[in-house]
């Protein structure tokens, strides 16, 4: 089972990658939908 402070680290490294992938077009916005795909996508492991 992980520590408190592995799962800090792993939030933290989740919360970034997601920031990343949506800065490659900073001039998008995007609907809640969208983000959820985003997220989504993210968790499936799969590229968007």
Do not use: F, H, W
Not at 18 to 43: G, S
């Amino acid at each position: 089972m992980p520590t408190e402070n592995e799962r800090k680290d792993v939030q933290k490294a989740m919360a970034y990658d997601l920031l990343r992938i949506l800065k490659q077009d900073p001039e998008k916005t995007y609907t809640a939908k969208e983000l959820e795909n985003i997220i989504d996508a993210y968790i499936s492991g799969l590229s968007q």
